[in-house]
């Protein structure tokens, strides 16, 4: 998850986010001045200051407590490591994984401080490349990378998108 630097500001928030590591990346990361904020369907033990949230991104009213969570703060990273539970369809599957990098990317666009990164988990697949294509409409610079840990078959990799261009949020 924090394969991604927190910036200045000392702000990122995460989603998908058990077992614990990312958020605790992301604690070391901004030290005690800065703001981590995570959400999940799954519980989590405590992470001294960490705001977490166990809920569905998905649903409007979480994501509003989310922001909620910032306390007005513009993020510096939002970073999601979120994947549907495997239906065993493929289609189903990735079209639920892009939904999912859909609604985090939103979720970027309306929280990002301007020049703030974004990384998100995906699996190469229908959606992909137009994913890709908007998420470049927004950012500088776009990277997409295959976990060293991923198997060779798996379609699992990671988009980081770096230098959010502020001026699109609207658009
Ligand atoms: C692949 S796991 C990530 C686990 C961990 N980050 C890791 O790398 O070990 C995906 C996580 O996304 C969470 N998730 C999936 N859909 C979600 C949703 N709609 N809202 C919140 N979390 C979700 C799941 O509960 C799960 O913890």
Not at 93 to 116: H, N, T, W, Y
Not at 117 to 143: E, M, S, Y
């Amino acid at each position: 998850m924090n394969r991604h630097h927190c910036l200045e500001r000392q702000c990122g928030s995460r989603f998908g986010r058990s077992p614990r590591w990312p958020s605790e990346i992301a604690r070391n990361r901004v030290g005690h001045q800065g703001t981590v904020v995570g959400i999940d369907l799954l519980p989590l033990e405590p992470i001294q200051g960490v705001s977490f949230l166990q809920g569905d991104f998905t649903e409007p009213e979480q994501v509003t407590v989310l922001k909620d969570l910032l306390n007005g703060k513009q993020a510096d990273v939002v970073m999601s490591d979120m994947a549907p539970n495997i239906s065993g369809i493929p289609m189903t599957d990735q079209l639920r994984m892009i939904a999912l990098a859909e609604q985090a990317l939103d979720f970027s666009l309306a929280v990002l401080q301007p020049k703030g990164a974004f990384v998100v988990k995906l699996f190469h697949g229908v959606g992909f490349d137009a994913f890709v294509i908007k998420v470049r409409q927004h950012f500088v610079n776009v990277r997409i990378r295959k976990p060293k840990a991923s198997k060779s078959q798996s379609k699992e990799v990671y988009l980081s998108a770096r230098n959010f261009r502020a001026i699109m949020r609207a658009q």
